[in-house]
T-cell receptor, first 110, second 114 residues
Framework: NAGVTQTPKFQVLKTGQSMTLQCAQD?????MSWYRQDPGMGLRLIHY???????DQGEVPNGYNVSRSTTEDFPLRLLSAAPSQTSVYFC?????????FGPGTRLTVT | GQQLNQSPQSMFIQEGEDVSMNCTSS?????WLWYKQEPGEGPVLLIA?????ELTSNGRLTAQFGITRKDSFLNISASIPSDVGIYFC??????????????FGQGTILTVHP
């Protein structure tokens, strides 16, 4: 099992550009989520999904879109990148209460 | 929404010392999780707690789910240099519109001097 995988590992964008952060899991977990991590603020939930076709907003959803067409994949889209979106992004999946995290994507918006 | 207060924010200790950190909340959680994060990596689950009063060990790590369901602590005994990292508590509130959402503490940065 690869667990939770994320691509890319690093990305630099210019303000206004769009991009998609990829997340995949091979554990057949129903629940997947996206977090951003900023210094001194822990992890904050952006969007989550309780199953294919079902998504909902987390604590900080503005500027991000998600979709869940399959159980395995949960991409995060930045529609028009802003410097405030410079952060490290983590995807997680779970079955039951315990969440397992991917290695993260470090995004810089200039 | 639910808030978690984690303390201390950072700790500098000598190898061999014991470490204790805790999380408190104004809300009741059904699950408490403790994660460790090393530089450039995602958080890795250390211990999961599912019942109030539960005390669980994982090697040198011991964690407890507070009986009020609003707090948890993590202890590390006889610290070693590889314990260095950021430790996060996380609470899972399973109910209503918050189903399945993890709330994280701010993290405790642990430094261990050899």
């Amino acid at each position: 099992n690869a667990g939770v995988t994320q691509t890319p590992k690093f990305q630099v964008l210019k303000t206004g550009q769009s991009m998609t952060l990829q997340c995949a899991q091979d554990m057949n977990h129903e629940y997947m989520s996206w977090y951003r991590q900023d210094p001194g603020m822990g992890l904050r939930l952006i969007h989550y999904s309780v199953g294919a076709g079902i998504t909902d907003q987390g604590e900080v959803p503005n500027g991000y879109n998600v979709s869940r067409s399959t159980t395995e994949d949960f991409p995060l889209r930045l529609l028009s990148a802003a410097p405030s979106q410079t952060s490290v992004y983590f995807c997680a999946s779970s079955q039951g209460g315990t969440q397992y995290f991917g290695p993260g994507t470090r995004l810089t918006v200039t | 929404g639910q808030q978690l207060n984690q303390s201390p924010q950072s700790m500098f200790i000598q190898e061999g010392e014991d470490v204790s950190m805790n999380c408190t909340s104004s809300s009741i959680f059904n699950t408490w999780l403790w994660y460790k994060q090393e530089p450039g990596e995602g958080p890795v689950l250390l211990i999961a707690l599912y019942k109030a009063g539960e005390l669980t060990s994982n090697g040198r790590l011991t964690a407890q789910f507070g009986i009020t369901r609003k707090d948890s602590f993590l202890n590390i005994s006889a610290s070693i240099p590889s314990d260095v990292g950021i430790y996060f508590c996380a609470g899972l509130f399973a109910g209503g519109t918050s189903y399945g959402k993890l709330t994280f503490g701010q993290g405790t940065i642990l430094t261990v001097h050899p």
